[in-house]
């Protein structure tokens, strides 16, 4: 194989992957988060999670993004490893519609594509021109390569070493599945192997027969984009990952096993779809059929172990034992339903509101140790739950808007007003620790150190502040209006504090007792654990106004 035909063959794919990434997010651009809703809420059935899986893949265009997409729910509590199957069913069913795509022939047209689309995108002031032109200038670009990769083929027919090579893909299966894998894992996209695979099929290079392992092989390759995912993630994560792994694993194992044991297997594939083709007056190109036998083996391969979802979560159980102790995402005490009866609903969002806090107390006393220990861990934690903060404040807002005003007393209504400002001062509070969370990133980046009166006054706050944030949870749950005098002298306490250790680290700093860097961290640190108790008080402030309008 010359220089030459490598640096076009390279070049074919790079144009075909680029292309590939351009249209599908312009793809996912035009959709919105719609394709993220689907995901999140239409899974609850394995059949319904096939469907979505399906039907996103087929139009971002990539089951590896998609497979990345589960990962990450089932990492952040939104899916559970069922669900997560079921939709990397679906995932692999609906990349096959890129080889469909490809197997049209349509690269005479590539140039037009890119043209159309490349004028919409550039020059176009309206957004969904713009996504509809990176749409067709992906598409133009990815067939552009596929022609790239195709023409640079053309020389290989002559080599008698390549075409023996490629020949050994039939008679010795196990091959072509691993020369799948490998392409795949290295490119990270089964469409891209099928890219070139059409491309040595189109030529003559290769065979039917032969590419059939290839295909197998690349449902095996494109596993490793989940893996990779999955790795720094959760213990749930890890198994969507393993079950990815394993069904697409059973599902070629399968088919390779029959390839060896049942003679001249992948011709009477070939005759079964020819005889399809030939219902509806149509012959196939060996392209076509390729494309076809993706497809096919995708949905058998799905429709084979969709009843066995249960055992498959069993087994990854398994082979990576263990749950994690994560936080369920989302609202955990109200729906939607709950809108019949707005009474009860209101006080069902007062246990919503008690759990959103104690993510948050959690998070600040969590950055107690994250910054007076160093460790790294966590930052990490705290800014997942400040994530989780966010969604139960955006879940929360809108199912109080959504709460019928008219069918309530006056009391009712004030309740709910107060709710908005508890929530409001919740999330800052949540913000607060994030921002504490960056300031121990900061200090780790940077080696910052401090003094022993410098980490002596940091503790004292950070405990200061936890008391008063228990103190603070128990009033707006147990409506103890004892606490409230207790808070907002703590806030004023507080402030006394804030200027007392301001006024200590400056004079530390003055003698260089303190440097600069670990100063201004000391002095940020202060201002956000001040600012907490301001929140606090604003709620103590909030419930005292709404207990005294009840007298």
Known sequence: MSFNIIIGLFAGLSLFVFGMKLMSEGLQKTAGKKLRYFLEILTTQPIMGVLIGTGVTAIIQSSSATTVMVVGFVNAGLMTLAQSIGVIMGANIGTTVTAQLIAFKLGDYAYHAITVGGFAYLFSKKKKAQYFGQILLGFGILFLGLNTMSNTMLPLRDSIYFVTLMKKFSVFPIFGVIAGIFVTALIQSSSATFGILFGLVSTGILDYQAGIPILLGSNIGTTITAILSSVGANLNA???AAAHFTFNVLGAGLVIGLLYIIPDFANKISVFLNSLFKLFGRTSSPERLLANTHTLFNIVN???WLPFIGFMVKFVNKIIPGQDDSIKRGLYYIDDRML????LAIEQVRNEIVRMFEIAQSMVCESNNAFLKQDIDFPESIKKKEDIVNEIEEDLLQFLTKIPQSSLSDVDIKVIDKYFAIIDAIESIADDADDIADLTIYCLENKVTFSDEAYDSLENAFEFNCNLLRQAITLVEKQDYNLIDIILEGEKT?????????????KRMNIGKCELNAGIAYLEVIDDLEHVS???????????????SQD
């Open 238 to 240: 890890k198994k969507a």
């Open 302 to 304: 799905t429709l084979i």
């Open 340 to 343: 019949k009866t707005p009474t």
């Open 494 to 506: 507080m402030d006394r504090l804030q200027l007392q250790y301001r006024d200590s680290h400056t």
């Open 534 to 548: 301001d929140q606090l008080a604003d709620i103590a402030h909030c419930i005292a106004e709404s207990y005294l």
